[in-house]
């Protein structure tokens, strides 16, 4: 706690007295006002209040991935790898965080969701515009997915705008190409918003740094953290399958997403795709 915190506490316990200096205290400095009070549970059910902080605990770590994310992809933009770097780590161990999400939230049964299922109406993660924005940033360039988000036009909006800039590894080989690589013309000047193409001649790129990490050690540097990003996102997408499937089957999810047949594709999804095949060829 910061100095500028001072408690008395009565050794009996009874009385526990926080006189912040300064005029700032803990909680408005957090807003925890507004924090603690944004739980409203439909239902009188125990595990609702879970099922809804397990959420809203998850849409503050995506936040706190884009913050990192948009700032890393800035750096990498003006060839700063070593702070992006930094902010890439940060992205994988919040990615633990929410995986480790799922382990909670698994311990509410099939009954215990059924008792309060209803009353979520249409409403869906799978409209959560925080996460269409990572994925968007990450590369998963999909526009279909924007329709989702055309009720809300701010959401719609700020997720149109993030498709149709470069992804985390667009800018990433484009500096590659800044750095003396060969990188085809058509991957770096493309449509944003269209699905990336896997290129036989950017794995040939790959494969040339990985076989002289010494000539292009902040590349292998770089790439190995983006490999650790999408290893961590894949181990998130899979612990939500699976808590998924632990708790409703294979029903369809609320709102009309396709549920665990939705997340079992998305798990074929690749990020960085030859950063992965690279490995088999050299």
Known sequence: MSEHFQTSVDLEGEDIHWSPEGGLSYGRYLA??????????LTGEHDEMMFIIIHQASELWLKLCLHELEAAIAHVHAG??????????????IQEQLTQSWAVLSTMTPSDYLKFRDELGQSSGFQSWQYRALE???GNKNAALAKVHEADPTAHKFVLEVLSKPSLYDETLMFAARSGLAVPQAT??????APYEPSDAVEAMWREVYLDTARWWELYEFAEKLVDLEQKFQQWRFNHMKTVE?????????????GVSYLVKALGLRLFPELWTVR???
């Open 280 to 282: 088999t060829t050299l």
């Open 188 to 193: 770096l000047k493309r449509d944003w918003s």
């Open 136 to 138: 968007y940033r990450l």
């Open 246 to 258: 632990r708790i409703i089957g294979f029903r369809r999810g609320t709102g009309g997403s396709g």
């Open 80 to 93: 700063e790898t070593r702070p992006a770097m930094k902010m890439l780590a940060r992205i994988a161990r």
């Open 32 to 41: 925890l006002d507004g924090v603690l009070s944004a739980q409203k549970p």
